[in-house]
């Protein structure tokens, strides 16, 4: 059955008022008496597929939004990670930043909590560098050939060692 968009606008500000009027603690009868509903059942029934919607919406919005920021996340490492790999200290800290950050909106920080060991936290971290590093084709120092090296001579004897 198709629905004309004036009746289903109808429906959509019957529906509003039916919540705000339960919200506001009034009975389901009273409702449909003065909204014209069938019947209790009607209204409880219309009311349930409002907050439904309702909650599919905010949660689909919440997903949109988590992916915004992780895709967020995910560029500022790739931009970053060619300096981390050099070891520039104040792009491994930004770097360690993304990396919490993430970790909480994904709810990796919680798994130490519920009683995981070490090392899986380890990987799963190691295992998102790595994502990062084939979505941006960055080069794994520890896979890929190394192109410029620095050789260190022998350490004089009066340094110190």
């Known amino acids: 059955m198709v629905v004309s968009k004036a009746r289903q606008v109808e429906i959509s500000q019957r529906r509003y008022q039916a919540v705000q009027m339960r919200i506001a603690g009034v009975s ?9 509903y069938s019947g209790a059942a009607s209204v409880s029934k219309d009311i349930d597929r409002a907050l439904q919607k309702a909650a599919k919406q905010e949660q689909m919005a919440s997903e949109q939004l988590l992916k915004l920021e992780i895709d967020r996340l995910d560029r500022i ?4 990670w060619p300096k981390v ?9 930004t770097a360690l930043k993304c990396i ?5 909106l994904l709810g990796l920080d919680l798994i130490n909590r519920n009683g995981i ?20 084709a960055i080069p794994d120092p520890d896979t890929d050939s190394i192109v410029e ?7 004089e004897s009066g340094d110190g060692l």
């Open 100 to 104: 919490n950050r993430r970790s909480t």
């Open 85 to 93: 790999v050099k070891g520039e200290v104040q792009a491994c800290e």
């Open 117 to 136: 060991a070490d090392g899986d936290m380890a990987s799963l971290l190691g295992n998102l560098l790595i994502q990062i590093q084939q979505k941006h």
């Open 28 to 36: 389901p009868t009273v409702i449909a008496d003065r909204l014209g």
């Open 77 to 80: 490492m790739a931009s970053l």
């Open 149 to 155: 090296a620095e050789v260190i001579g022998e350490i």
